[in-house]
């Protein structure tokens, strides 16, 4: 179980698209929960709004279909969301370290 902080921008992006206001400091595994939580609810008022939120959110069509059915699906949608929305934090991370090297006068 992880315990580092949740980066501002990944609690942004779940308070914007999923209503969840998360501490800085919450394990990974209480994100989880709340994100499941949040899934369930979601999933359960089958409006059609729960994939538009996975679609903004980037989530993998072929992932979440693998998951959807299972019966601890909520749970492996939290997952999903949160792997691609670490996974887009770091690389933006790594991006933004990369434009600093870049030579001043080769930039436009």
């Keep these: 179980m992880s315990t580092n902080p949740v980066p501002n921008e990944m609690s ?5 698209e999923l209503g969840l206001e998360l501490p800085d400091t919450l394990p ?3 994100i989880l929960s709340h994100l499941a939580q949040k ?3 979601l999933l359960r008022a089958g409006n059609g709004s729960f994939f538009q939120i996975m679609y903004r959110l980037d989530v993998s069509e ?3 279909s693998a998951v959807i ?3 601890d699906a909520p749970y492996k949608i939290a997952r999903l969301v949160y792997d691609r929305q670490l996974e887009k ?3 933006r991370q790594q991006h933004k370290n990369v ?3 870049i030579d001043k006068d080769l930039e436009w």
């Design 12 to 16: 942004h992006v779940l308070k914007e």
């Design 89 to 91: 934090y770091r690389s």
């Design 28 to 30: 990974e595994e209480e």
């Design 99 to 101: 434009k600093k090297d």
């Design 62 to 64: 072929k992932k979440l």
């Design 69 to 71: 059915d299972d019966a």
């Design 39 to 41: 899934i369930a609810v």
